[in-house]
């Protein structure tokens, strides 16, 4: 062996003495005691819970007495009470003072009672409930928001201020309104006047008249034959005649007139359940308003169809719904003059309404019927109540208008499809070609379209027009 196997034995024989020397001062200043936990004892907050020990022991211990309290009812039998919540350890030692175990205990809110209730409330939903600290969190799916607000205020009812919801809705929860404004007015006017002026001459010098004809101007004209310049009937017939040197001209008016108006408009909207949607189709008027510092600014007054709603789902697919709905027009015939400015009325149909309704059905939800009648008669006293002759000495004006309106609502639920399933009204009008355009005069071409949901609706063998029609 040489010198240097010499060494080195030595070398190894000085750590081997000195390793043992280093474990047992190591062992006598820290011992870890290896026993863990063995289990987690869940002890609901204000009640108590009894354990047994499989080893008797001699001394227990808990970590923190403000979340449980705990006391022996015998070498085997501990006494736990939840106080607060929180999660602490329990800690059994025997008569050699050496370790048997350590116990976690979890203390939280009871939501046992809590979980019977919602079973009872709400059956059939799946609602998941834990506690968290001293607060109960709520997850799983409920059918609808109305259920969901239920059990969140029931859960209120035992945790004030300490309730999580993690839950969410199932089922559609998208509502498109459509919205029918249906307005017919008719008015009826019909006139029957009459008018007579004579002139003596100058043997005479009597000049006289009623009606149209009663000035000076349009008694000359009538008494030469010619229809007077104020006359704004549909139609007129004038007699006249000579009784010597006497000129006599009677004028007979009439009037009748009848008009029909028919509106309609149909704004659809779809909007999220809880949330509001807004539908504006016409324009804005600028209206001008005086400011205090003697200055004139535009303020901008929307027209036109108008509707604002805000859909919510409830149970078994009704829906409820807040709406806000008008149609208004530009009308120049009630307009103001004001320092210069013309300012136009408006004429608005306006509706304001709460409604609960299911997933296709309708409601009206406002009518109008106005029906005004008016009867004038105006002639002169005496020889206008004459029976049939006093007809020339009267003149008779009736009118009546009536409007009609009616406004109903239709709410479905709905989903997203695909982009080609749905037609445009463009979809099937193009261009028109050159040929089509000089030699057929023809502004369009119409195109069936061959592809996509459109496609395959088309080629259903229909007899007549489907989908956007387009005159």
């Not at 030595?10 to 062992?27: I, K």
């Not at 109903?408 to 355009?437: F, N, Y």
Request: with cysteine.
């Amino acid at each position: 062996m040489t010198l240097k196997d010499w060494i080195r034995a030595a070398l190894a024989g000085c750590a081997l003495a000195v390793m043992p020397l280093a474990q047992s001062a190591t062992a006598e200043t820290l011992r870890v005691v290896n026993s863990g936990v063995e289990s987690t004892l869940n002890v609901p907050m204000n009640r108590a819970v009894v354990v047994e020990s499989d080893v008797p022991f001699a001394e227990l211990s808990i970590a923190n007495p403000g979340i449980a309290d705990i006391s022996s009812l015998s070498d085997r039998t501990i006494y736990v009470l939840g106080k607060s919540p929180g999660l602490t350890t329990l800690t059994l030692l025997d008569a050699a003072g050496r370790l048997i175990t350590n116990v976690n205990v979890r203390v939280a809110a009871d939501v046992t009672e809590f979980k019977e209730r919602l079973r009872q409330i709400l059956p059939g939903e799946r609602i998941e409930v834990r506690t968290a600290n001293d607060g109960i969190v709520l997850s799983g799916t409920v059918s609808s928001s109305q259920r969901l607000q239920r059990a969140l205020d029931l859960a209120e009812r035992y945790a004030p201020e300490r309730v999580s919801n993690l839950m969410s809705v199932s089922g559609v929860q998208q509502v498109m309104l459509k919205v029918r404004f249906a307005e017919m007015q008719r008015s009826v006017s019909k006139s029957l006047s009459s008018s007579w002026g004579f002139n003596g001459g100058t043997d005479f010098g009597v000049n006289g008249g009623t009606g149209t004809v009663a000035t000076q101007p349009a008694l000359g004209n009538a008494l030469a034959g010619n229809i007077p310049a104020t006359n704004e009937n549909a139609g007129a017939v004038l007699f006249g005649f000579n009784a010597g040197s006497v000129q006599v001209g009677l004028l007979l008016e009439a009037l009748e007139q009848k008009g029909v108006v028919r509106s309609l408009a149909e704004p659809n909207l779809t909007a999220l359940s809880g949330q509001e949607a807004k539908f504006l189709a016409g324009g804005e008027y600028p209206v001008p308003v005086a400011q205090d510092d003697d200055t004139i600014s535009v303020e901008f007054k929307p027209f036109g169809i108008q509707l604002n709603f805000i859909p919510r789902v409830i149970d078994n697919d009704a829906i409820n719904l807040e709406l806000q709905a008008a149609v208004s027009a530009i009308d120049t015939s009630n307009g103001v003059n004001i320092n210069g400015f013309e300012i136009d009325a408006f004429t608005r149909r306006e509706t304001s309404t709460t409604v609960e309704l299911r997933d296709g059905e309708s409601f009206a939800i406002a009518g109008l019927i106005e029906d005004n009648f008016l009867d004038n008669v105006t002639g002169l006293p005496w020889l206008g109540d004459v029976p049939v002759l006093g007809t020339l000495f009267r003149s008779t004006d009736y009118a009546r208008n009536q409007t009609e309106l009616v406004i109903i609502v239709t709410a479905h639920l709905v989903t997203p499809t695909r982009g080609e399933a749905l037609a445009l009204p463009t979809d099937r009008v193009k261009p028109p070609s050159e040929k089509d355009l000089f030699l057929f005069g023809r502004t369009a071409r119409t195109e069936r379209p061959t592809s996509g949901a459109a496609g395959e609706v088309a080629k259903q063998d229909f007899s007549g027009s489907y989908g956007y029609v387009m005159d």
